[in-house]
C-alpha cells in the first residue's frame, strides 16, 4: 500500500479547454491500469465531474465540511480502482478556501489507500494556487491552440516558476501532433527567456478536435470508456504514460492495441 499518495493536479488558464473532461478521462485510464485512484472535483460553483461521470450524488463536499457526513459517505466509486469526491456548486461552498478543504481531505486516514489523486483545480490565477503547487507532484497544464488560450497558459507558468513540480503540457482540440509541437517549443523558449522556472516544463502531449469528445460529454459517458481503441483514446494514453514516466519512471504495463482507423489516421498525419 501507499502511503504517501501522489498528487497530479489538471489546471488550465483559461475556461472551456475541456480540462475537466480530459481529467475525467485521464482518472479512469489510470484506473483501468489497476492503480487505486481518487478523482476530487475543486471546481467550487462550477464543479461537474459527477455529471461527466454519469452519477447523481446525494452528498458532496459541503456536507462533509460541515461534518453532516464522513468521507466515506461522500466517495463515489466509479469502478473498483476509482472514486469520486463531488463538490458543491451552490454559494456556501465559498465559505471554505481550497487550502482548507484540500488538507481536511489529506488528513484523512482512508486517502492513504490511494496510489494517486488527481485534484481537478478551478480555472484561477491567483495566489490561492500556490498552495497546490507546495502539494502537488505533477501539474497537467490544458490548453488550446488559440492565442487567448495560451496566453494565459503562460500567466500560469510566471506563477509557477518558483515551484519544483512538473508541469506537463495538453494541447486539447489541435489539428495534428506537429502543431502542438510548434507551439510547445514557441511557448517553452519565450518562457526560458523571460522566466526562472525551477520546475521541468514538458509537451504530455495533445488531444484532436474529435466529435466522439463532444458525443461523450453531451450524453455523459467516458469517450475512453466507450471507445478504448479511438484515436483520441489512444492519445489520452499517450500523455499518461509520459506523464508518469516523467513523473515516477513508471511504465505502463497494459497492452495498446491501435485500432485501424488509429494507424491509417498517423500515417496520414506524418504526411
Given amino acids: 500500500m501507499n502511503e504517501t499518495p501522489k498528487i497530479l493536479s489538471l489546471v488550465s488558464a483559461k475556461g ?16 483501468k491500469e489497476g492503480y487505486k485512484t481518487l478523482l476530487i472535483d475543486l471546481n467550487l460553483g462550477l464543479g ?10 446525494k452528498y458532496n463536499l459541503l456536507h462533509y465540511l460541515k461534518d453532516q457526513v464522513n468521507f466515506e459517505q461522500i466517495s463515489i466509486e466509479i469502478t473498483p480502482t476509482l472514486q469520486l469526491l463531488p463538490i458543491d456548486n451552490g454559494d456556501e461552498i465559498f465559505t471554505f478556501s481550497h487550502g482548507e478543504i484540500i488538507s481536511r481531505i489529506l488528513n484523512e486516514e482512508k486517502v492513504k489507500e490511494f496510489e494517486y489523486i488527481i485534484l481537478d483545480l478551478p480555472c484561477d490565477i491567483s495566489p490561492q494556487m500556490s498552495h497546490f503547487f507546495k502539494i502537488s507532484d505533477l501539474f497537467w497544464l490544458v490548453s488550446e491552440p488559440t492565442p487567448p488560450a495560451i496566453t494565459n497558459a503562460y500567466t500560469f507558468l510566471k506563477l509557477a516558476q518558483q ?17 502542438a509541437k510548434v507551439l510547445f517549443e514557441k511557448m517553452e523558449a519565450l518562457a526560458h527567456k523571460h522566466l526562472t522556472l525551477s520546475c ?11 466529435p466522439l469528445i463532444e458525443r461523450s460529454t453531451k450524453n455523459r459517458y467516458l469517450f475512453t470508456q466507450r471507445s478504448p481503441n479511438a484515436y483520441s483514446t489512444f492519445q489520452l494514453y499517450n500523455i499518461l504514460s509520459h506523464s508518469l514516466y ?12 491501435k485500432s ?3 494507424l491509417v489516421r498517423q500515417l496520414i498525419e506524418k504526411l
Fill in 16 to 31: 472551456g479547454v475541456g480540462k475537466s473532461v480530459l481529467g475525467a478521462n485521464l482518472a479512469h485510464l489510470l484506473s
Fill in 48 to 57: 461537474n465531474q459527477d455529471i461527466l461521470l454519469g452519477v447523481n450524488p
Fill in 163 to 179: 515551484f519544483q513540480a512538473p508541469i506537463a503540457l495538453i494541447f486539447n482540440k489541435i489539428r495534428n501532433e506537429q502543431e
Fill in 200 to 210: 521541468d516544463l514538458f509537451l504530455a502531449g495533445s488531444i484532436p478536435s474529435d
Fill in 246 to 257: 516523467k513523473l515516477e519512471h513508471k511504465v505502463l504495463q497494459k497492452e495498446r492495441r
Fill in 260 to 262: 485501424f482507423a488509429v
